[in-house]
């Protein structure tokens, strides 16, 4: 990774195909993140991958979290490999990290706020799958952190559209700056 003069990071959150497939639509949505890493990387703003995995078997998921022991029994059989491989379309290149996260939140279970640290990253672009999951709760631990905050509302989605809306529309612009990915590269 260069140099970061812009103290800046792209983060790219489960982009994964497993999870990607949980939407009833895609093509728009891989359209502008494939435009938001490819201004990222132009502008030699770094692009961090954030991807939800486990160990093979899920030790890590508690009959207590209600979220991922729902999906414990699919998660002990899966192939973590293939389950943490980020879209093909969106895919990292050499030298571009990828942080593997054991909670919903892209610091929970991660070393992302190590690699943020050695980077000197102070502004966070967030982007990904699910709206109400990743994107909310990175949103809020960063804000808790004083990371600056820019969310790409059309690099993000949400099984539910209307929470998706409620959110970037109503919520997020309390602790961050909320934008479509053309006005990110008008103001990056």
Known sequence: MEKNKQNSAL??????????GRLPETTTLLSNAGKAIAIARE???PVI???VGFRQGAPEISSNN????????MMTSANMDEMIKVHPGLAPLPGEITVIKRRISAFT????EVV????SIQHLILMGVSTSGV??????EAADKDYVLTVLKDCSADPDEEVHRVLTNKIFTRQADVMAVEEWNDIS
């Open 11 to 20: 983060l790219v959150m489960d982009m994964q195909s497993a999870i990607l």
């Open 43 to 45: 502008k030699k703003v």
């Open 135 to 140: 994107v909310l709760s990175t949103l809020r």
């Open 66 to 73: 209600k979220s991922f022991s729902a999906n414990k029994n």
């Open 116 to 119: 943020l640290r050695a980077f």
């Open 49 to 51: 991958y954030v991807v």
């Open 109 to 112: 279970g991660s070393d992302l």
